[in-house]
């Protein structure tokens, strides 16, 4: 079993909608999580940070930890095409760790 | 702004061939790395640096050597190039928690 597991997707939508991505972990140890954002041919780029539990919200994207159950969630509120991209969740122990990447979810968000 | 460069964009080389990517950064970053990219299996760390001259292997080092002479410089080698190494590979530098990672370069050993 993968220490980080996230759905390869594609996901699909259509414009304007509410996404929601996922990745589960199994060290519970873990209490630095990140969002990356990782366009075709291109370097995965920081989208949001956050330490230990609760919610974080940057504009459109909220990221939120559940350490009791294992899980964060990237949502995207209003969706756009220009958000279509693959979206790759990442954790550590500490902020001087190597990070643990899950696979990336394909989003495609549909005009 | 934080940048991170790598030396060719697209890279075609030959089984058996030693090849050398580059990855340079601007901001004085002593943390560096080396990742492979790999559909459905996401990053794989292949090797760090935490600063000058010091390297620690990833998860994945076998077939790889990398070189760190200068803070700003970290270079990836491949000795002996083979198909299996064919992938897209990304370099990346960190401060404090996050990574700034660089366009990638995507090789392909015929």
């Known amino acids: 079993q993968k220490e980080v597991e996230q759905d390869p997707g594609p996901l699909s939508v259509p414009e304007g909608a509410i996404v929601s991505l996922n990745c589960t972990y199994s060290n519970s140890a873990f209490q630095y999580f990140m969002w990356y954002r990782q366009y075709s041919r291109k370097g995965p780029e920081l989208l949001m940070y956050?330490?230990s539990s609760g919610n974080k919200e940057d504009g459109r994207f909220t990221a939120q930890v559940d350490k009791s159950s294992k899980y964060i969630s990237l949502f995207i509120r209003d969706s756009q095409p220009s958000d279509s991209a693959t979206y790759l969740c990442a954790m550590s122990q500490d902020s001087n760790y190597q990070l643990i990447w899950g696979a990336g979810t394909k989003l495609i968000i549909k005009p | 702004d934080v940048k991170v460069t790598q030396s060719s964009r697209y890279l075609v080389k030959r089984t058996g061939e030693k090849v050398f990517l580059e990855c340079v950064q601007d901001m004085d970053h002593e943390n560096m790395f080396w990742y492979r990219q790999d559909p459905g299996l996401g990053l794989r760390l292949i090797y760090f640096s935490y600063d000058v001259k010091m390297k620690e292997k990833g998860d994945i080092p076998e077939g790889y050597s990398v070189s760190r002479e200068k803070k700003e410089r970290f270079s990836l080698i491949l000795e002996s190039a083979s198909t299996n190494q064919t992938s897209m590979y990304l370099c990346?530098?960190?401060?404090?928690?996050?990574?700034?990672f660089g366009p990638g370069t995507r090789l392909t050993v015929t």
């Open positions: 990346a530098s960190r401060l404090s928690g996050e990574q700034y």
């Open positions: 956050t330490y």
